[in-house]
């Protein structure tokens, strides 16, 4: 049952254990937490802000009192996400003598967080990263975890580094600027460990009227709390994706929909955002069990219904199944020649499917291109 009495304004905290541990804050005003999250050992503070994020910085700032603060404004979005962004960063850091106590802030998406973090995670072999992140994606994924990235010309996320944060700020109030597109994007993530792990945000998801939920909807600030716990609870079992227990995928059954959502968002050019393109490939490994007779038509239909239901694509036609194959290739699931995806036998029991044959794989992609859902963006 989604509490009617919790709004944007209780904070509620969500702890990683591990080796590491953090705390990841969910609320609205949360800046006053950064100074204990950052530490006091550090003098210098580099905020890793997407430029459009800006003018959201100062009140961050002012809360780090003497530290000096180096501003480092980012391309928007995926454009961050590269080497070269990260190598002026590190030029930078070098001519400041940024030290070991010193400490990286991230203020933006998740396209901000990884590349922030992937900066904290290199600089000096690691140093101390505390995240803020501004969509809902990020808040329920990108920014909890550790997985840093940047993107190279031959695909998404292949040069990175598990680091993890010190902290994490979800200010729920940065939604209220936030496209609608990009909201929309984020849920794709939250239905993701819906299907994988937790069937009550499924329901939720199926019981809300998706016009209304907004930043103040209690059933917003459910599904987000629900997104986090699925992903800490996986994260603190297996950080580094090395495997599961008692055939459970471990850390890349959050991978789920993402073999094909990668490769569809680097064919596009990065137009098609990263939660519509998972939304994508959901649909298309839940088409892959069903042709390994793994599920029926009936949960098929549950991922384009409920995903489709927040205006997400479940459908799409343009590239050929043999470039999305070869991007296919890179992902870090695969083995060798042998591709590996994370599928269901039902919600909530994922399992990996390794090695299936190309005629199933070309069938499940003739499914997704032939459903009547929402279209991709072109
Ligand atoms: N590390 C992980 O575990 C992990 C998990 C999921 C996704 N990711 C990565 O996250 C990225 C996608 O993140 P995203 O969806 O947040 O996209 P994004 O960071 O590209 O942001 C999307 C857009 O929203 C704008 N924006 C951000 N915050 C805003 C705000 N509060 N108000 C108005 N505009 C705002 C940005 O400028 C950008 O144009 C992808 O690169 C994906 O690979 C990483
Ligand atoms: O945290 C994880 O693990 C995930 O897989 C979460 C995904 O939503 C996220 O997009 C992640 O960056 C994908 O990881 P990659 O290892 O396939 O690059
Ligand atoms: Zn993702």
Redesign the pocket.
């Given at each position: 049952m989604t509490d009617p009495t919790a709004g944007t304004t209780a904070e509620t905290t969500l702890h990683v254990g591990g080796a590491a541990p953090y705390d990841v804050v969910v609320g609205s005003d949360l800046a006053h937490h950064l100074p204990g999250m950052v530490g006091s050992a550090a003098e210098r503070v580099a905020l890793v802000v997407d430029t459009r994020l800006q003018p959201f910085a100062d009140d961050l700032v002012e809360t780090l009192g003497d530290r000096e603060v180096l501003v480092f404004a980012v391309p928007e979005g995926e454009e961050c996400k590269s080497v070269e962004v990260a190598a002026e960063i590190w030029n930078a850091l070098g001519d400041e003598g940024f030290t070991r106590s010193d400490v990286i802030v991230t203020l933006g998406g998740g396209a901000t967080t990884?590349l922030g973090g992937f900066v904290a995670a290199t600089w000096l072999r690691g140093v101390r990263v505390v995240h803020v992140p501004t969509t809902l994606l990020g808040m329920v994924?990108?920014a909890v975890?550790g997985?840093t990235?940047v993107n190279t010309e031959s695909g998404?996320?292949l040069v990175?580094a598990f680091h993890e944060p010190a902290g994490v700020l979800c200010d729920l109030s940065f939604l209220r600027t936030l496209a609608a597109e990009e909201l929309v994007s984020g849920l794709a993530?939250v239905l993701?460990c819906g299907f994988v792990a937790d069937p009550e945000i499924l329901r939720i998801a199926e019981s809300v009227d998706p016009g209304t939920l907004t930043v103040d909807d209690p059933a917003l600030r459910e599904l987000v709390e629900r997104a986090i716990r699925v992903?800490v609870d996986v994260?603190v079992e297996d950080l580094r994706?090395t495997g599961g227990r008692d055939g459970h995928p471990g850390?890349e059954v959050?991978?789920y929909g993402?073999t094909l959502g990668?490769a569809i968002e680097q064919v596009s050019g990065y137009t098609i955002r990263?939660g519509e393109a998972?939304a994508l490939g959901c649909v298309y490994v839940a088409e892959l069990a069903r042709l390994e007779g793994r599920i029926g038509p009936e949960l098929v239909q549950r991922h384009r219904d409920v995903l489709g239901r927040f205006g997400l694509p479940t459908a799409m036609s343009g590239p050929t199944f043999e470039d999305l194959l070869e991007l296919m290739r890179v992902?870090?699931k695969a083995r060798g020649s042998q591709l590996r995806f994370v599928v269901l036998d039902d919600v909530a029991r994922p399992a990996v499917l390794a090695g299936p044959s190309e005629e199933h794989l070309r069938a499940a992609y003739d499914a997704l291109q032939q459903g009547d859902g929402e279209q991709a963006p072109a």
């Open positions: 990884d994924d990108a975890g997985k990235a998404k996320n990175g993530e993701k992903k994260v994706e850390r959050l991978n993402h990668h990263h998972v992902d870090k």
